[in-house]
């Protein structure tokens, strides 16, 4: 800047939170300002508290504030929710995830004491926070503004910042000057304001029951409740009630001590814990308020000099604890666009204009989802819908992984002062905010389902194919099953009409599955029993990776179950039909930006070092006992052990599961050790699957008759299924074939679809290098072991991100 080019001057009004925040911004910018605030004191005590969350902290870090903050705090540890009646809904260990998420703790601490460590910190400024200056209006001119206080004192500035609350008078004034201007629009702003709950907070100190680094919530019809416990068991506490209508505008009430005392008296029995009353909380309150919640979300940020932050123009409710960290983030992405006002020609009053524009521009979309999200929190905890009711009552202990997930989006891509470096702790964390991930990565549902029409093509696919030879082949099965008995090749005969499992819905589902396999495993197809051998095989890794993927610590409940489900549907009807719509399911549901930058992509461990054992014990024994148990009829009962095994495998592992301790939330030294230990776990797993496979196709090779061709044994033709079958083993080694080839194939079109993830969020990927390298272990070493192989370097991959 020039000697005789005029320093940039903004006027703050309100020494809020958001106000005092982009005063510390300024100042890092070497931007002149001055403070105004209503008050007597910078700091007064209204009974309010302020939870500081990740995208919140990470700003007073930056501002070197956040160790100061952090000294009068007790970070969060554990989160329960109660019914109304005092029964435990759920707890969690959510606010440490989220600390190690994104390297912050979760603190709660009076607004007071947080408005005296912003002050104390403009100690060197303290000529700039002027207290007791209450404005009463601003004359906008063509080249300042100037800002009238009630004691006649007059400010003059390039700019005047609304950061003075709900009740706003800089919005008030900025709308006066909008009405000469645009009076429809500003009509508009002046409707936009409306309460549906209010609100009775205040500050307790210790008590019993209650202990510090705990937050309750109480989810009841009509209320709820939000208390916090902090450093030396301070209590901070929330009643949120249902008004009797929707008010808005000028309609919105205001409360005295008296309403507040006869308001109290009907809630003062609801628990907020099983053991504790709220009354044992209001008995010792030191400081309390009672106010109607306003909503509002204005259009209008700006206009020309005028700039309003925080609750003057973007208020939500405070159950979700964004109000205030949405205000220091608006006011460091206003400090961000302000300072790109000093960085070239003297400032005309049309660069102002187009400078906040842009400003509203950029920040209104963040802040509009919060707002929705806070506001909705507020409704579904008081039970407005059925739907609410039922979340809170029935769903929630199912949903935490879920409501972890959502907490951590909210706060990606948080706004950040652009002209200080990140602190270590902002980026040393397995989640860093500012790691947001591009949208190119296909995360909507349509998007992700357009990608994935090839794995339909592929259920088109088996469907025609494998439901013609099988139309062909079940005719020649009934005829087998009329007989009452199968014989083999070398004389040995089987009845078909004993029961196998002796419990006669099995039998009945599963005798027709288990016949089919007879002309394999009894060598009768002597072609057909090296394919088996293969294909049997090579769905160890193929199950063993879907129930690898449901381990995530980012899947659900129906991630979970998927594997399951579709194991057994496929034993039923084919893996060739069910594994592409596994595969498109998959898919769609799981984008890699829900895993990415985060711990979802880690695996849970016990049921990661508990899949191998289980799938040895529980897939690979019956599998191979089907072909090298001595007589016919032991090999069918194996056979008929092997149908079972989508739910065998898993419930091998559930000792192991339910023994397991659950493991607290690591600091950030030992995650990366349990990642460590994660990968190695993984590693072993794979390459277990891919030896195993690998053998397997070797030896089914060494098992083929002289003279067959590798392609007689895998292919059946491209016109096989059109082909007459001429005998019940023929139809059943053609179907088989095809089962083998589409399951297979749109595996390796779901793994292609997950490594052009890879690629698009900078992983090094050759297509070129990585085709050449599937096909050239799909015909050395199998297709089972190919895919083994290839999931296992994505696992690589992703690791390394």
């Not at 057909?528 to 129930?547: C, E, H, K, R, T």
Request: net charge positive.
């Amino acid at each position: 800047m020039s000697s005789d080019q005029k320093r940039l001057r903004v006027i703050i009004v309100g020494g809020s939170v958001a106000g005092l925040t982009l005063a510390h911004s300024l100042l890092k910018s070497n931007i002149d300002f001055v403070v105004l605030e209503s008050n007597r004191d910078i700091a007064p005590q209204v009974g309010a508290s302020i939870g500081i969350l990740p995208n919140g902290a990470r700003i007073l870090d930056q501002l070197g504030l956040f160790d100061e903050i952090l000294d009068a705090t007790e970070p969060m540890q554990e989160a329960f929710s109660w019914s109304g009646a005092g029964k435990l809904i759920s707890s969690t260990k959510a606010p440490q995830i989220l600390h190690e998420r994104h390297g912050y703790a979760i603190s709660f601490l009076d607004r007071q004491i947080l408005l005296e460590i912003l002050s104390r910190n403009l100690d060197a400024r303290q000529g700039q926070i002027l207290a007791n200056k209450r404005v009463t209006r601003v004359e906008h001119l063509s080249d300042k503004v100037q800002v009238h206080c009630k004691d006649q004192s007059v400010f003059e500035g390039d700019i005047v910042v609304g950061a003075d609350g709900v009740r706003s008078t800089i919005r008030q004034e900025m709308w006066r000057h909008m009405d000469s201007v645009v009076p429809e629009q500003a009509k508009k702003e002046r409707a936009l304001v409306s309460s549906e709950y209010a609100c009775v907070f205040g500050i307790s100190t210790a008590t019993p029951g209650l202990d510090p680094g705990q937050s309750h919530r109480t989810f009841a019809e009509g209320y709820s409740t939000l208390t916090i416990v902090g450093k030396e068991g301070r209590v901070f506490w929330f009643l949120f009630t249902k008004m009797d209508k929707t008010y808005t505008a000028s309609e919105i009430p205001r409360f005295n001590n008296e309403d507040m005392e006869k308001h109290m008296e009907k809630y003062l029995h609801i628990p907020i814990t099983d053991t504790v009353p709220l009354s044992a909380v209001y008995q010792n309150e030191v400081s309390k308020n009672f106010l109607a919640l306003e909503e509002a979300f204005y259009t209008h940020w700006s206009n020309y000099r005028f700039v309003c932050i925080g609750d003057s123009i973007h208020k939500m409710t405070p159950n979700m604890g964004q109000g205030g960290n949405s205000a220091i983030e608006s006011a460091a992405s206003l400090a961000n666009y302000l300072t790109t006002l000093t960085q070239g020609s003297p400032i005309e009053v049309s660069d102002i204009k187009n400078c906040l524009a842009k400003w509203q521009e950029s920040r209104q979309p963040r802040t509009k989802t919060v707002s929705i999200s806070a506001n909705g929190l507020t409704r579904l905890e008081a039970g407005a819908t059925l739907k609410d009711k039922i979340i809170t009552q029935h769903l929630l202990p199912y949903m935490k992984q879920y409501l972890i997930d959502k907490a951590s989006r909210s706060m990606m891509g948080a706004e950040k002062l652009d002209s200080i470096p990140l602190p270590p702790r902002a980026s040393q964390c397995s989640m860093p905010l500012h790691l947001q991930s591009d949208a190119s990565d296909g995360t909507s549902y349509i998007q992700r389902a357009l990608w994935a029409t090839p794995l339909l093509g592929c259920y088109v696919a088996a469907n025609i194919t494998m439901g013609s030879v099988i139309e062909k082949t079940i005719p020649l099965l009934g005829s087998i099953f009329r007989q009452g008995a199968w014989t083999a090749s070398n004389g040995e005969t089987v009845s078909l009409t004993r029961p196998i499992y002796h419990v006669s819905l099995l039998d009945k589902i599963l005798s027709g599955p288990i016949t089919c396999f007879l002309p394999s495993i009894s060598g009768s197809d002597p072609r057909s029993y090296a394919q088996m051998f293969s294909f049997m095989a090579d769905l160890g890794p193929v199950y063993g990776i879907w129930l690898l993927e449901s381990y995530r610590k980012g899947s659900s409940g129906f991630e979970v179950l998927l594997p399951i489900l579709a194991g057994t549907a496929f034993q039923l009807k084919g893996i060739g039909k069910f594994a592409p719509l596994y595969y498109a399911i998959e898919y769609i549901r799981s984008p890699l930006s829900s895993m990415l930058h985060s711990d979802n992509k880690s695996m849970k461990m016990t049921a990661l070092a508990s899949l191998l054992p289980a799938t040895l014990a529980g897939y690979y024994l019956p599998t191979f006992a089907n072909f090298f148990a001595s007589t016919l009829e032991s090999r069918r009962s194996w056979n008929a052990a092997w149908q079972l095994f989508p739910v065998v495998v898993p419930l091998l592992q559930l000792p192991f599961r339910i023994m397991a301790k659950p493991q607290p939330p690591a600091a950030p030294k030992e995650s990366k050790e349990q990642r460590r230990k994660n990968m190695f776990a993984i590693r072993c797993t794979y390459t277990t699957f891919a030896a195993i496979s690998g053998l397997s196709f070797l030896y089914a090779r060494f098992l083929a008759p002289a003279g067959t061709s590798l392609a007689s044994i895998f292919l059946p033709g491209l016109h096989g299924h059109t082909d007459a079958v001429g005998s019940f083993s023929q139809g059943i080694a053609r179907f088989l074939q095809y089962d083998q080839i589409l399951s297979m194939a749109s595996g390796f079109v779901w793994l292609g679809l997950r490594f052009r993830e890879l690629k698009q969020s900078g992983a090094q990927v050759s297509w070129w290098k990585s085709t050449c390298a599937v096909l050239g272990a799909t015909v050395t070493v199998g297709p089972g072991a190919a895919f083994a192989l290839a999931w296992g370097w994505r696992e690589e991959l992703l690791a390394r991100m």
